[in-house]
């Protein structure tokens, strides 16, 4: 299967296009969706960079004002430290780097959760190159972020539950939780699934059904630790 129909069919046919990726990956087989999602994020970047890093202080600067764990001089520390920074300074190389990371860490948790909670055996290459073609549900994911920021100027794109949420429950923990549950990032989910199923032998709804869990556990606590501290996930 050539390149542009995997692109195609990741997303009309997922089942059958991950079941028949190759056994013997090679190296263009992994490098043709990284260049196509990290030219994605460059151009996601420079479309909405200047949006976004001002909207993101702007919520840190909210959140810590309206700390009530925080004593007036942590606060008057916090904002100092804040207005020391220069959020578009290498914003494309932490950009960039925050996706590698963030693409190395799902790769992680899927072989541990193959490996040590499901039993199963696969290798580094087949997973991170499985990784990497779902990532194609992300590209539309920023794509439609994209356009919904640059039509209404709204940053903060809710495509999950939190739509449902009244405005006083915003900054809750119930918001936060949700907030991690969007649809493309179910949608990415399910795939995964399907990518560890079909690496490691296992059962399709068995891998779904620990994803999800490990999954909620790590929303839940994340959701905790933000709502505590006043951080934000942007």
Same mark, same amino acid.
């Given at each position: ?12 046919? +997922?089942?059958?296009? &991950? ?13 043709? +969706?990284?260049?196509? =999602?990290?030219?994605?994020?460059? &151009? *996601? ?18 959140? &810590? ?21 220069? +959020?578009?300074?290498?914003?494309? =190389?932490?950009?960039? /780097? ?27 290459? +087949? ?15 920023? @794509? ?36 991690? #549950?969007? @649809? ?12 560890? *199923? ?13 994803? #999800? ?5 790590? /929303? =839940? &606590? *994340? ?12």
């Amino acid at each position: 299967m050539d390149y542009l129909s995997v692109i195609t069919c990741i997303v009309s046919n +997922p089942r059958k296009t &991950i079941q028949s990726f190759p056994e013997k990956i090679q190296a263009m087989d992994w490098l043709v +969706p990284l260049a196509l =999602l990290l030219l994605v994020v460059g &151009i *996601s970047t420079w479309l909405t960079g200047p949006l976004t890093t001002e909207y993101s202080m702007n919520r840190q600067y909210e959140m &810590i004002e309206n700390n009530p764990n925080l004593t007036d001089d942590q606060k008057e520390e916090y904002l100092n430290k804040l207005d020391e920074q220069d +959020p578009s300074k290498n914003l494309y =190389l932490k950009v960039f /780097a925050g996706t590698l990371v963030g693409l190395l860490l799902e790769v992680g948790v899927l072989m541990v959760i193959g490996s040590l909670v499901l039993g199963g055996s696969a290798s580094f290459l +087949p997973v991170w190159h499985g990784v990497l073609w779902v990532s194609i549900i992300k590209i539309l994911e920023i @794509i439609v972020t994209v356009v919904i920021t640059l039509s209404t100027g709204q940053v903060l794109v809710e495509l999950g539950l939190t739509v449902l949420l009244p405005d006083s429950m915003t900054d809750t923990m119930i918001y936060y939780l949700l907030l991690q #549950f969007g @649809i493309f990032a179910v949608w990415r989910t399910v795939l995964y699934s399907m990518v560890v *199923s079909t690496l490691y032998k296992v059962e399709q709804k068995k891998v779904l059904v620990t994803l #999800f869990a490990a999954w909620f556990i790590f /929303a =839940l &606590i *994340s959701a905790v630790m933000i709502t505590k501290s006043g951080l934000m996930i942007t």
